[in-house]
T-cell receptor, first 117, second 117 residues
């Protein structure tokens, strides 16, 4: 069963505007982490921001912030003042608890963001 | 600090052949994970190695295998290649020691693009 859902296959935004990329997740594990990655056309996945299930505040990293609504199981990425270089695929991913230290990310299908000048 | 490196970057093989991909993690990282990315299936977790032991495994056939060396470098092997194995193979490294509620980010390499003819 798919555990990460990104409902926006593509988004087009004007430069300098803010943009919100949606992500909902499904898990019964009380301990989990949520990640956002950016993938330019070159293919490399670039880490943007992290939100832990026990974090009381929404995460922020520069122009990136995460709108974490735990009860609704959503973790939307907000990019403020978008730039042309933000054009890329964006992936939401989740790491559940399980074996401590073990790494396994489950990814959503991604959202292709295009910034127009 | 050098990032995650993967070799080769591009590879063309024919059906039935086997292939070995290599990944060198960030210095100090002991966890190496492998992911397959295809247009149809998206990003899927293959397996994770930590201190030379496979610690986590995705849902892939036994043709996909891996190993990790004492210096944390990892190799992934695919035997009897099929057309459907054409994909971008991404390697990610991390400390591999997160505890409940803790952040630990996986850092990805540039990937190896495999084309099976």
């Amino acid at each position: 069963a798919q555990k990460i859902t990104q409902t926006q296959p593509g988004m087009f935004v004007q430069e300098k505007e803010a943009v919100t990329l949606d992500c909902t997740y499904d898990t019964s594990d009380p301990s989990y982490g949520l990640f956002w990655y950016k993938q330019p056309s070159s293919g490399e996945m670039i880490f943007l921001i992290y939100q832990g299930s026990y974090d009381q505040q929404n995460a922020t990293e520069g122009r990136y912030s995460l709108n974490f609504q735990k009860a609704r199981k959503s973790a939307n990425l907000v990019i403020s003042a978008s730039q042309l270089g933000d054009s890329a695929m964006y992936f939401c991913a989740m790491r559940e608890g399980g074996i401590q230290g073990a790494q396994k990310l489950v990814f959503g299908q991604g959202t292709r963001l295009t910034i127009n000048p | 600090k050098a990032g995650v490196t993967q070799t080769p970057r591009y590879l063309i093989k024919t059906r039935g052949q086997q292939v070995t991909l290599s990944c060198s993690p960030i210095s100090g990282h002991r966890s190496v994970s492998w992911y397959q990315q295809t247009p149809g299936q998206g990003l899927q977790f293959l397996f994770e190695y930590f201190s030379e032991t496979q610690r986590n495994k995705g849902n892939f056939p036994g043709r996909f295998s891996g190993r990790q060396f004492s210096n944390s470098r990892s190799e992934m092997n695919v035997s009897t290649l099929e057309l459907g194995d054409s994909a971008l193979y991404l390697c990610a490294s991390s400390w591999g020691t997160w505890t409940s509620g803790g952040q630990e980010t996986q850092y990805f390499g540039p990937g190896t693009r495999l084309l099976v003819l």
